[in-house]
């Protein structure tokens, strides 16, 4: 395997999973979001977005916002977005 996931978590309602991964060669640290579509029954990749270290995340309990902790060999850095659903 070339890859390595470090995290999952479903968001509040059950509609979006993040994906906290790292591909080894070339170490490449990403973040996956997937939406899952109920009528299909299957996750549908949303986003990917690369990242400059290793993550984890976590979702704000209304869903709306991602965290994210980004650590690397000198700094640890934490991130929030706002969750756009496309509404």
């Given amino acids: 395997l070339d890859d390595v996931v470090a995290q999952v ?3 509040p309602d059950g509609q979006y999973l ?3 991964s790292t591909t080894l060669s070339p170490f490449t640290p990403y973040i996956i979001i997937y ?5 299909l029954g299957q996750l549908l990749q949303a986003c ?5 270290g290793s993550s984890t995340n976590e979702w704000s ?3 709306q ?3 994210i902790g980004l650590r ?7 991130l ?7 509404t």
């Fill in 9 to 11: 978590n479903w968001s």
């Fill in 18 to 20: 993040a994906v906290s």
């Fill in 35 to 39: 939406r899952f579509d109920r009528v």
């Fill in 48 to 52: 990917i977005q690369t990242l400059p």
């Fill in 61 to 63: 309990p209304d869903g």
């Fill in 65 to 67: 916002y991602l965290a």
């Fill in 72 to 78: 690397n060999l000198t700094t640890s850095t934490l």
């Fill in 80 to 86: 929030a977005y706002k969750f756009d659903r496309g």
